[in-house]
């Protein structure tokens, strides 16, 4: 190798012909492929396993991720709510004279 020279990168190669080049990326699950491994389904280059069942698969991952984020913000919203609430009444309930300076 020539110092200074930049590495260059390993060519990508098909996840299932590992003897081929890859040309393209599924977009579903993102390994790479040759051009008769992938096929355009929908607007979306995928292969076949992700066509087969594994795109829907996806995106209701993807659906579940998000509605549990949502489930998640509510409820630590609401324990939140609940610790400021009882924190207020324990506050209140003190007796006034604790509250004056002597």
């Known amino acids: ?9 390993a060519a990508a190669r098909c996840f299932i012909h590992p003897d081929r080049e890859a040309s393209a ?16 389904h929908k607007g979306r280059v995928l292969c076949a396993a992700c ?3 594994g795109a829907g698969a996806a995106g ?3 659906v579940r991720a998000v509605l549990a984020l949502g ?3 509510v409820g630590g919203l609401a324990v ?3 610790f400021f609430h009882y924190l207020g009444l ?7 004279s604790w509250h004056l300076a002597p």
């Open 25 to 40: 990326r599924c977009l579903a699950c993102g390994s790479t492929f040759c051009k008769e491994c992938v096929t355009e």
């Open 71 to 73: 489930i998640q913000a």
């Open 60 to 62: 209701r991952k993807r």
């Open 80 to 82: 939140a709510w609940m």
């Open 51 to 53: 066509i087969s069942g």
């Open 1 to 9: 190798m020539i110092p200074g020279a930049q590495p260059q990168p």
């Open 90 to 96: 324990a506050l209140a309930s003190l007796p006034s």
